[in-house]
T-cell receptor
């Protein structure tokens, strides 16, 4: 199998606080994980590529100081939304890559609401 | 810049009917994926297509890839209500590693 979990499933926080989201590959090791965000009725937008043991690669327009990514082990990547604001409210989805062929398996998503 | 376009974006169809969803992409690609997303849920992998002429089928869904035309199709046969979901195609651009670029999604509603 290829199971990816995310924690928490949903979180509501106050503006200005930081929120950490965990992404775990449960039954395989993943050197590469990805973080996406999805606004309602829209497609997924890649935020960053997370590589175990090295710095994440951020997509253009994504603030690396605001969205901190840490990939400390082959089964865990974390996304921390720092100083969250209402415009950061979104559905955040991670994926972990397994192959060959390289295929991304998606976590169940984390719905973030910033009040 | 890689662009991925799906057509149609919204589709309402009756049970038992057939239909095809199209996915066009703008540059050469290594791989093309189809995913399903139910409301409020994450993505479920349906198919991965690796080469020109590739065809894969699972149940009432069949996906094909024409790399020369830069076109993939997802064909629905004898639709049933359980197929109602949003379907995304996603493309990996050559030389981009494994970064996926998603289409806009096709929201499918199958009516009894």
């Amino acid at each position: 199998g290829a199971v990816v979990s995310q924690h928490p499933s949903w979180v509501i926080c106050k503006s200005g606080t930081s929120v950490k989201i965990e992404c775990r590959s449960l039954d395989f090791q993943a050197t590469t994980m990805f973080w996406y965000r999805q606004f309602p009725k829209q497609s997924l937008m890649l935020m960053a590529t997370s590589n175990e043991g090295s710095k994440a690669t951020y997509e253009q327009g994504v603030e690396k100081d605001k969205f901190l990514i840490n990939h400390a082990s082959l089964t865990l990547s974390t996304l921390t939304v720092t100083s969250a604001h209402p415009e950061d409210s979104s559905f955040y989805i991670c994926s972990a890559q397994k192959g060959p062929p390289d295929t991304q398996y998606f976590g169940p998503g984390t719905r973030l609401t910033v009040l | 810049e890689l662009k991925v376009e799906q057509n149609p974006l919204f589709l309402s169809m009756q049970e038992g009917k057939n239909y095809t969803i199209y996915c066009n992409y703008s540059t050469t690609s290594d791989r093309l994926y189809w995913y399903r997303q139910d409301p409020g849920k994450s993505l479920e992998s349906l198919f991965v297509l690796l080469s020109n002429g590739a065809v894969k089928q699972e149940g009432r869904l069949m996906a094909s890839l024409d790399t020369k035309a830069r076109l993939s199709t997802l064909h629905i046969t004898a639709a049933v209500h359980d197929l109602s979901a949003t379907y995304f195609c996603a493309v990996v651009k050559e030389t981009s590693g494994s970064r996926l670029t998603f289409g806009e999604g096709t929201q499918l509603t199958v009516n009894p």
